[in-house]
């Protein structure tokens, strides 16, 4: 059984930086490609950021290009995403999820395994 923890959550001002974190059981974490989705309150789940089992490739969408970034330790298990320049609109719960297959895909239905979330606060 895959099991996926986020942390790193919180209360930021705009304007302000978080790094979230993914820590991923198992021992074919380097196998997956990984990816952040988020949901605001009321809407749907969306695609934010993804990165190749490798971390040679990494994928994000339109809204937050230049402000964020996904990276991998795979000697740690650990998937990063790392947030700067916050808005307001950036205000959601914040999954990690893991795809088997090692390919990136901007559909949630695609991926194997999800965190729990981890919320995410962006104060005007």
């Known amino acids: 059984q895959v099991q996926l923890v986020e942390s790193g959550g919180g209360l930021v001002q705009a304007g302000g930086s978080l790094r979230l974190s993914c820590v991923t059981s198992?021992?074919?974490?380097?196998?997956?490609?990984m990816a952040w989705f988020r949901q605001a309150l009321g809407k749907d789940r969306e695609f934010v950021v993804a990165?190749?089992?490798?971390?040679?490739?990494?994928f994000s969408t339109d809204s937050v290009k230049g402000r964020f970034s996904i990276s991998r330790d795979n000697s740690k298990n650990t998937v990063y995403l790392q947030m700067n320049s916050l808005k307001p609109e950036d205000t959601a719960t914040y999954y990690c999820?893991?795809?088997?297959?090692?390919?990136?895909?901007?559909?949630?239905?695609?991926?194997?395994?999800w965190g729990q979330g981890t919320q995410v606060t962006v104060s005007s």
């Open positions: 198992g021992r074919t974490f380097s196998s997956y490609a």
């Open positions: 999820a893991a795809r088997g297959d090692g390919r990136v895909g901007y559909e949630d239905i695609g991926y194997d395994y």
């Open positions: 990165i190749t089992w490798n971390g040679g490739s990494t």
